[in-house]
């Protein structure tokens, strides 16, 4: 028996990377996941491999329509998520900037998804799970939320650590009304969206070496702390974050 046996669970951006690693370590644990992604082929492709515990739900986060359709769908069908892995998020390499350099554009896309998209998806759930009852949240923050992580990264960095103050604030709102909501902090993680670090030897040795574990994060990594943060072993966690960054913030 999993640790998320009848529960249902929705994780955003779940077509690869951390995304991908949480969804299927949930469909392990006996959850019911909805891999939902902009991508939609690739969660089709992602959902198909997990069997039939998986579901694929094409979804642009920073589309407040499609997110609201989204959970119509997914509540029609009964696959109302208990949990939701509010999880998708952006970091333009090579067009964020330090302040004076950066083009609104860019600073537009990069909230618009991470921050906007993030509050949207938590407003569906929560809006989802109050009838029910209540469910839990997990968002996934940055240690660019607290640390100077990197002189070009002002949009990626403010995105992130306004998602820490949003999972702050939800938590707070909703805590007497069943919904738990924690932010879960990853460091450096090997995935498709930090290729331009991972390509790049020099930055990347410099990286891994202020981690003080010694090596880079997995997507794997990450799964394991987001299983106890959506499973009943979390019922009394919320409103706080979670780092699982090989002592990188802490130490
Ligand atoms: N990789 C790291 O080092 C690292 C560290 C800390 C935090 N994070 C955060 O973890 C989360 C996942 O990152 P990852 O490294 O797995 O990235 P990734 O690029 O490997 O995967 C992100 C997924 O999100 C999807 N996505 C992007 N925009 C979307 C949108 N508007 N709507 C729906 N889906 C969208 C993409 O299609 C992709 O499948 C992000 O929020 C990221 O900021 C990553």
């Known amino acids: 028996m999993g640790q998320l046996t009848d529960k249902t669970a929705l994780v955003t951006g779940a077509a690869k990377g951390i995304g991908l690693a949480v969804a299927s370590r949930f469909v392990r644990e006996g959850a019911r996941v909805v891999l939902a992604d902009r991508d939609v082929d690739a969660a089709t492709t992602a959902a198909s491999a997990l069997g039939a515990h998986a579901r694929a739900q094409g979804m642009d986060i920073s589309d407040e329509a499609a997110v609201a359709a989204g959970f119509a769908e997914l509540e029609a069908a009964g696959w ?18 330090p302040a004076a350099d950066l083009e609104l554009d860019v600073w537009r896309r990069t909230l618009d998804v991470n921050l906007t998209g993030t509050f949207l998806t938590v407003k569906h759930a929560v809006r989802s799970m109050l009838p029910r009852g209540g469910g839990a949240i997990i968002l996934t923050g940055s240690p660019t939320a607290v640390n100077g992580e990197g002189r070009d990264f002002t949009a990626y960095s403010a995105s992130k650590a306004a998602i820490h103050g949003l999972g702050r604030t939800v938590a707070a709102a ?12 990853p460091a450096y993680t090997e995935t498709p969206l930090v290729a331009a670090i991972t390509d790049d030897p020099q930055a990347r040795a410099a990286i891994v070496g202020r981690i003080p574990i010694g090596r880079a994060g997995t997507p794997d ?24 960054d090989g002592g990188m913030t802490s130490l």
């Open 174 to 185: 909703y805590a007497d009304r069943g919904i738990r909501v924690n932010t879960v902090q």
């Open 221 to 244: 990594d990450v799964a394991g702390i987001m299983v106890y943060l959506a499973s009943d072993d979390g019922a009394f966690a919320t409103g706080a974050v979670f780092q699982v």
């Open 80 to 97: 109302a998520p208990d949990v939701v892995v509010a999880n998708a998020g952006v970091q333009l390499f090579g067009q964020d900037a």
